[in-house]
């Protein structure tokens, strides 16, 4: 809620304090999810590389705990701090784990956020025709789970690969229906 209302450091601040406690108690699941909680805040407040630390950690945790559903939140959550300070190897790596553990949950929500992701990552790596291929994979799942946030992001990416490609008709079609779903 802190975080929710801009106050960023007291929300860090707590969950630091709380992923102590955690594992003070020899609570390796509330430490978890304390740390992906500081993760989260870092990388909403810009400590991009302190996230990364902090959610490496979260990973580890999650792996000793065979938290499954968490570890591929932690993943992703890894695959997009990756991204964001440009080491989109280490990116697709995560997500590429992440995807995997969400088809073998059945969490088609996190297979579709996984497949996007993917799909940027490749675009921005220059390797378009397969980040076509992940963003028009993550929009299908969108569509049949009827959720259109997921659906407008990969419109909006999608555009983004076609303008590359050269075809912005195709383009201009894709952010047509990304601003008809927001």
Known sequence: ??????????CAEESLESAALFLQEGDSQGAAMA?????????ASGEVRQAVSVLEHCLLLRRRCKDKI????ALSALG?????IGYQLHALDYFEQALALSQELGDRDGEAACLRH???????HGDHN????????SLSLSLR???AAGQALCHRSLADVRLDL??????????EEALSLV
């Open 166 to 175: 050269g075809d912005p008709r195709l383009a201009l079609v894709h952010l």
């Open 1 to 10: 809620i802190r975080g929710r209302r801009g106050r960023l450091r007291e």
């Open 130 to 137: 397969e980040a076509v291929t992940c963003l028009e994979s």
């Open 35 to 43: 740390a992906f909680s500081l993760g989260n805040v870092l990388f």
């Open 80 to 84: 997009l701090a990756f991204a964001q």
């Open 145 to 147: 789970r009827d959720n």
């Open 118 to 124: 993917l799909g940027r990552v490749h675009h921005v």
């Open 70 to 73: 968490g570890l591929a939140e």
